[in-house]
């Protein structure tokens, strides 16, 4: 049998995979025959390039839901996510109508865990990115961030929505994006020492976190639930968090003896708040 090659170009990009799966539909090209690439890869092996492969049919109907899917499983960082869709497509195709209706199949359910990977790290990078003032350039942010995912393209419209009034870029080791004011640019990726390092505002906002931190409420394991230390290296706040973590007890102890030591206001009488005849 005929191996065929399909590059990805950028890895996460559904065009290019709806493209290539089109073209291997059309070619009845079987899963296991194609060896999909992506942007960082290059072809071990001179296999011929699968656009070039004849057609046989017209291109097979596939429900609009797998493409829905696809476009958030592209941006999964593993490296079987071209291959496992495409083989969801080649089945649909070949006659499982209803097959992503099946939650329980492998490679149903793989997709969606790639989804939902992808949406928890989108979310994560919403809340996340912290901007810093770029030096010698008025209202100009550098954000720097590492999502687990490609997902640089589906966030950057939430931010530019966000901070519309203001130039800001976000650099990441894949993908870069900036913000004009008028129209979202994106370039490659970058490095950490691309972006400032700290600015003013940022002692501000330790400050400001500090005093609010209420001891009394901390719970570390929720917490680091919701704001996994993977991301504490962006957030300037978390340097703050194994001081006040330590201290936190101390804190609430002290809190306590304060209140015991207030005077304690006496509700008025009943018959004091009575209208009088």
């Not at 890895?11 to 799966?21: F, I």
């Not at 917490?223 to 001081?243: A, C, F, G, I, V």
Request: proline fraction near 9%.
């Amino acid at each position: 049998m005929t191996s065929f090659r399909a590059r990805i170009d950028p890895p996460w990009s559904l065009d290019a995979w709806r493209t290539a799966a089109r073209a291997g539909l059309r070619a009845r090209i079987p899963p296991d025959a194609i060896d999909w690439e992506d942007a960082a890869q290059s072809a071990l092996l001179p296999a011929p390039d699968l656009a070039d492969a004849p057609p046989l049919r017209a291109a097979p109907a596939v429900p609009p839901a797998l493409f829905e899917l696809a476009d958030a499983a592209l941006c999964h960082r593993d490296p079987q996510r071209c291959a496992v869709l495409y083989r969801i497509a080649w089945r649909i195709a070949e006659g499982e109508r209803h097959l992503l209706a099946r939650v329980v199949d492998p490679d149903v359910r793989r997709a969606f865990e790639w989804v939902k990977a992808v949406g928890r790290d989108t979310h994560k990078m919403k809340a996340f990115v912290r901007f810093r003032e770029v030096p010698g350039e008025t209202d100009a942010f550098i954000a720097w961030f590492e999502p687990a995912h490609r997902i640089v393209d589906r966030v950057a419209p939430f931010f530019a929505r966000r901070f519309a009034g203001m130039r800001w870029a976000i650099l990441t080791p894949d993908r870069s994006v900036a913000w004009d004011g008028e129209a979202l640019v994106f370039g490659p990726g970058a490095q950490r020492a691309d972006a400032p390092s700290e600015d003013a505002r940022e002692d501000l906002w330790r400050t400001y976190y500090a005093n609010i931190f209420n001891p009394a409420r901390l719970n570390p394991r929720m917490m680091r639930q919701e704001m996994p230390q993977s991301y504490w290296k962006h957030l300037p706040e978390t340097h703050l968090l194994p001081e006040l973590i330590r201290t936190a007890g101390e804190r609430v102890r002290a809190m306590q003896e304060r209140e015991a030591r207030a005077p304690r206001r006496r509700g008025r009488r009943r018959d004091e708040d009575a209208p009088s005849a």
